[in-house]
C-alpha cells in the first residue's frame, strides 16, 4: 500500500514539475500579451495628441490677431493663464536601444535618445528604418570629443551638447520644478526631458533591478499622472507613470550620488 501510494505522490510531483516548466516558458508571452492589453487600455483613454506645427500655427495665429487689435492702452493681465486638465503632445517615440541591443553603447543612450524625441518632435521627423540607431551613434560620437565621454552626463552637460550639436540657442535647465511648472511647459507645447533615480521609477519594463541613473521625456499629463516617453524600454512610449512617483525619483547625476542629487528638468526651445 505504501508502494503505490508513493507511485500517485511521485506522479503528481512530476506532472506539477512538467506545468511548471510549460508555466515558466510561457510567462513570458503571457506578460507579454498582459502588457499589451494594459497598454491599449491606457492608449485608449490618452488625450488628443497635438503636434508642434499645431501648437505654432495656433502661436502664430493669436500673435498676429493681438496685433491687429493692439492699441496704445496698455493690457495688464491679473488673473494667470490657466492650463488644460489634460494635454498631450505628440512627440515620435525611440527607445534607447532601437535594434533591441542592450549592450554598450546603448546602455548609457537614455540622454541622447531623450534628446532626440524631443528634437524629432520640433523638427517633425519620424524614427523611420534604422535612423534612430544611426543618429543614437553619431550622438555618441559628437559627445565623445566634446565633452570626452558620453556615460552619465548631468543636466547642465546635456544641455551644453543640445546646444553645440543641435544648434538650440535656448535650453533652459530648472532648478526644483513643481509638477504644476511642468504642466505648463508641456501646454505651451515644450517636452520636459526628467533626470532620474531610474529604480525609483518602479518601471515593471526595466531589466532588474533598474538604471541608477536614467532620463525620459514628459509629453502629456492628467489629473495624477504624467505621460511619457521612457526611453529605457522598448514599452516606453505614452507610458503613464503617477506624478509623485516621477516628483519623488526626478534626481540630477551628482557623480553617481543619484539619490541625492538635485532635482531638475530640461527644457529645449525651437529657434525661430
Known sequence: MQKKRTSWITLAVLCLAVAGLLLFGARDV?????????????????????????????????????????????????????????????????????????DQPYQDACEEASVLNVDFYYKDKTFAGDIADEEILRFFGFEKTYLGFYESTTAAEIARVIRAYLNYSRVDVIENPTADQIKGFVAEGHPVIVPSQGQQLGNPNFTDPGPVY??????????????????????????????????????????????????????MYPNS
Do not use: C
Not at 495628441?49 to 502664430?60: G, M, Q
Not at 514628459?218 to 512617483?245: C, L, M, P, Q
Open 30 to 102: 503571457l506578460r507579454d500579451v498582459y502588457d499589451s492589453l494594459r497598454n491599449q487600455e491606457t492608449t485608449d483613454q490618452l488625450p488628443d495628441s497635438v503636434s508642434y506645427s499645431d501648437i505654432a500655427n495656433t502661436v502664430a495665429t493669436n500673435t498676429a490677431n493681438t496685433n491687429a487689435t493692439n492699441t496704445n492702452e496698455p493690457v495688464i493681465n491679473t488673473t494667470p493663464q490657466a492650463i488644460p486638465k489634460e494635454f498631450l503632445l505628440d512627440v515620435p517615440f525611440t527607445s534607447q536601444a532601437p535594434k533591441a541591443n542592450w
Open 214 to 267: 536614467h532620463m525620459f521625456v514628459i509629453k502629456g499629463y492628467t489629473a495624477d499622472e504624467f505621460i511619457t516617453n521612457d526611453v529605457g524600454t522598448r514599452k516606453g512610449e505614452s507610458y503613464r507613470y503617477d506624478i509623485s512617483t516621477v516628483m519623488n525619483a526626478m534626481h540630477d547625476w551628482n557623480g553617481g550620488d543619484v539619490e541625492n542629487g538635485a532635482k531638475r528638468i530640461i527644457v
